[in-house]
């Protein structure tokens, strides 16, 4: 029951994370077309956001993990 709250907590502030992430210049971005082709390294709040994501992204499978070993 605990579990699954943590993970719903868990999962919201992921889709969060994922959504305030700045995105390139769209679909084209994605192609190599448009846009600034130069490398750009992410700072700050841009920095942390991306990692939150990550550690966010990790926390949630294992969550999911623990429920399924432990059904």
Known sequence: M??????????ILLI?????Q???SGISGVFGGGGD?????????EK???WGTI????LFVALALI???GA
């Open 48 to 50: 942390g956001v991306f």
């Open 67 to 69: 429920k399924l070993i």
């Open 2 to 11: 605990t579990i699954t709250i943590i993970e719903v907590a868990v999962s």
């Open 16 to 20: 969060a994370f994922v959504l305030i």
């Open 37 to 45: 082709a130069s490398y750009q390294t992410r700072r700050g709040i």
């Open 55 to 58: 550690v966010l992204s990790f």
């Open 22 to 24: 700045e995105r390139s």
